[in-house]
Nanobody, 125 residues
Framework: QVQLVESGGGLVQAGGSLRLSCAAS????????MGWFRQAPGKEREFVAT????????GYADSVKGRFTISRDNAKNTVYLQMNKLKPEDTAVYYC??????????????????WGQGTQVTVSS
């Protein structure tokens, strides 16, 4: 399988920026789509962004479109989430996900079969 480790979370003021990283190990050559999800206290896990195997196609939740950018460096087996213009409602635990299924993109948690442990992002007002 694949192991995923997120980093880069923290506390930031509203309007600020953070860059999350997710390093993959194991069967990295078998990874197709990768994605970022988030889960706030008392809420269900929600889709944030997804990226294709080549990095040529991406998809975003409407709530983050224009503020967040997902990217992928296959040479480093790492996917990134650049988050700009952060808002208090972006506060959540952010999870990285990877799928070994031949999906170009993945918008739902059930599209993925490998998950990281999560990294906390807190945006103060």
């Amino acid at each position: 399988q694949v192991q995923l480790v997120e980093s880069g979370g923290g506390l930031v003021q509203a309007g600020g920026s953070l860059r999350l990283s997710c390093a993959a190990s194991g069967r990295t050559f078998s990874i197709y789509a990768m994605g970022w999800f988030r889960q706030a206290p008392g809420k269900e896990r929600e889709f944030v962004a997804t990226i294709s195997k080549s990095g040529g196609k991406t998809g975003y939740a409407d709530s983050v479109k224009g503020r967040f950018t997902i990217s992928r460096d296959n040479a480093k087996n790492t996917v990134y989430l650049q988050m700009n213009k952060l808002k208090p409602e972006d506060t959540a635990v952010y999870y990285c996900a990877a799928t070994l299924k031949p999906y170009e993109l993945g918008y739902a948690p059930y599209d993925y079969d490998n998950w990281g442990q999560g990294t906390q992002v807190t945006v103060s007002s």
